[in-house]
């Protein structure tokens, strides 16, 4: 997602240099990061080192970047769809007229047996279609913000929407084995949409255990990394975020330790000060839950380094184990 959609406003510039990480991560997010601290100083892969200033409001609106077809390879060799990374090579089935988010089917039995987990797929494939439905404001509870956008893409044209879609379904197989129930946002199965407080809605009239809004960055090139998205305390208007903010951060800390032993990457280089945690309250997504949610930015899509890790089929499935990893273990206490 780029930082200039209708959820983003860009954040508060700020420099800083990047070093060991261990002794920030372990105060941050107890126990969480640290492997990746240490995985840093010894040279890993995913930091290019140096110092790096925050630019996340240089990026183009994601609205005006191409869409590409969801299901389709892009030209920079994404290994979507054809089954060889694992998933089944089949393009979501569409139902153009449905306007209910995606249940998951009957789950047996597993430790999560009892839980709901709703997914949010950032951005809809078909948004670029209807962009006068999406551009028109809705009540984002302290704020009106346009419904939603198109998202970004990578320079190849591999388009965030189907990035999310694909990690969504691998989080949702991921869960239901563990006995979740398990209900997404959107499956590619209404003409655009959700807008963000519908998104929010879902989340709540569902009960949810917890929701995660799943999202690539939109950022300038040498921008990389993950970063999770927390809702900060808010309660203005229609917004009230401040019982879900403690737990939330909980989440979102889990979700970020596993990432990092799942994929191997470290956390953003320009947002979130080297802890992959970033704060905000200028979100219509989080400030409309009652229920504990993040986003995740699992990468920059216009980083040439991180779009290589975001086509490859392989890689999203780490990234979706260690995102459902860091759900399990809040779940599970």
């Not at 200039?4 to 990061?33: E, I, K, N, Y």
């Not at 090139?221 to 208007?237: A, E, Y």
């Not at 800390?253 to 200028?282: C, M, Q």
Request: charged content about 20%; overall charge negative.
């Amino acid at each position: 997602m780029s930082y200039t959609g209708p959820d983003f406003d860009p954040p508060p510039s700020r420099r800083f240099r990047r070093g060991p990480l261990t002794v920030a991560l372990a105060a941050l997010v107890p126990g969480a990061l640290l492997g990746w601290a240490v995985y840093a100083t010894v040279g890993g892969s995913g930091d290019d080192g140096g110092d790096a200033s925050a630019s996340a409001g240089t990026s183009a609106s994601a609205s005006s970047l191409p869409p590409s077809s969801p299901g389709t390879p892009s030209p920079g060799g994404s290994d979507e769809p054809d089954g060889s990374d694992g998933s089944d090579g089949k393009k979501p089935s569409t139902s153009p007229g449905a306007t209910s988010p995606s249940a998951s089917a009957p789950v047996g039995t597993g430790p999560l047996r009892g839980k709901v987990v709703v997914i949010d797929p950032g951005h809809n494939p078909g948004n670029f279609r209807h962009t006068a439905e999406i551009n028109r404001q809705v009540d984002v509870g302290t704020h009106s913000k346009e419904c939603d956008t198109t998202g970004t893409s990578t320079d190849d044209g591999f388009s965030e929407a189907q990035f999310t879609l694909d990690v969504a379904h691998r989080m949702r197989a991921f869960l239901e084995g563990q006995g979740a129930t398990v209900k997404l946002t959107q499956d590619d199965d209404r003409p655009f949409g959700p807008c963000i407080d519908e998104r929010a809605r879902i989340g709540n009239e569902a009960e949810a255990d917890a929701v995660v809004s799943i999202h690539a960055d939109g950022s300038g090139t040498g921008n990389r990394g993950f970063h999770v998205i927390l809702p900060g305390s808010v309660d203005s208007g229609a917004a009230d975020t401040r019982a879900i903010v403690g737990p939330s951060r909980e989440l979102g800390e889990r979700i970020a330790g596993n990432f990092v032993r799942a994929t191997g990457n470290g956390p953003s280089n320009y947002v979130g000060g080297g802890t992959g945690l970033v704060t905000r309250k200028d979100l219509g997504g989080l400030n409309l839950s009652t229920v504990p949610k993040v986003f995740v930015e699992c990468g920059n899509m216009r980083d040439s380094k991180d779009a290589a890790l975001l086509t490859s089929g392989a890689w999203r499935q780490k990234a979706a184990q260690g995102i459902s990893e860091g759900i399990v273990s809040f779940l599970r206490g």
